[in-house]
Nanobody, 126 residues
Framework: QAQPVESGGGSVQAGGSLRLSCAAS????????MGWFRQAPGKEREAVAG????????YYVDSVKGRFTISQDNAKSTLYLQMNSLKPEDTAMYYC???????????????????WGQGTQVTVSS
C-alpha cells in the first residue's frame, strides 16, 4: 500500500469551510477502514471521523457531529473530510489513516491504525 497523502488544509476564519482529501491507493475499502485524525499542539492525536464496514458505517467524534462529513470515492481511491462551521478549536494537524478491518471501538486510539499520511495543517482563526 502506498502511503496516504493528505491535501486541502489551510487557514480559514471561524465559520468557514474546508475539504480535506486523502489519496490512498492500495487500500481496498472493502477490507480497510479509513479515518481522519487530528493533533493539536500539546494534545493527543484523536480520531475525528472514520468510515468502515465496507463504507457502510461512519464514526464521528462528538465535537464534530453535524459539522464534518466523511466520504470516499472508491474509483479515485480518495477519502474526503468536508468540514463546515469551523471553530478555532478545530485547529490542528489532520492526518489520514488506514487499518485492516475495524469496528467503531478502534477509533478510540490512534495506536490502532498502522498506515499514516504526513498530515495537512488546518488553522481556524476567530
Amino acid at each position: 500500500q502506498a502511503q496516504p497523502v493528505e491535501s486541502g488544509g489551510g487557514s480559514v476564519q471561524a465559520g468557514g469551510s474546508l475539504r480535506l482529501s486523502c489519496a490512498a491507493s492500495g487500500y481496498s475499502y472493502g477490507s480497510y477502514c479509513m479515518g481522519w485524525f487530528r493533533q493539536a499542539p500539546g494534545k493527543e492525536r484523536e480520531a475525528v471521523a472514520g468510515i468502515y464496514a465496507n463504507g457502510g458505517r461512519t464514526y464521528y467524534v462528538d465535537s464534530v457531529k453535524g459539522r464534518f462529513t466523511i466520504s470516499q470515492d472508491n474509483a479515485k481511491s480518495t477519502l474526503y473530510l468536508q468540514m463546515n462551521s469551523l471553530k478555532p478549536e478545530d485547529t490542528a494537524m489532520y492526518y489520514c489513516a488506514a487499518r485492516w478491518r475495524c469496528q467503531a471501538s478502534d477509533f478510540s486510539s490512534w495506536n490502532n491504525f498502522g498506515y499514516w499520511g504526513q498530515g495537512t495543517q488546518v488553522t481556524v482563526s476567530s
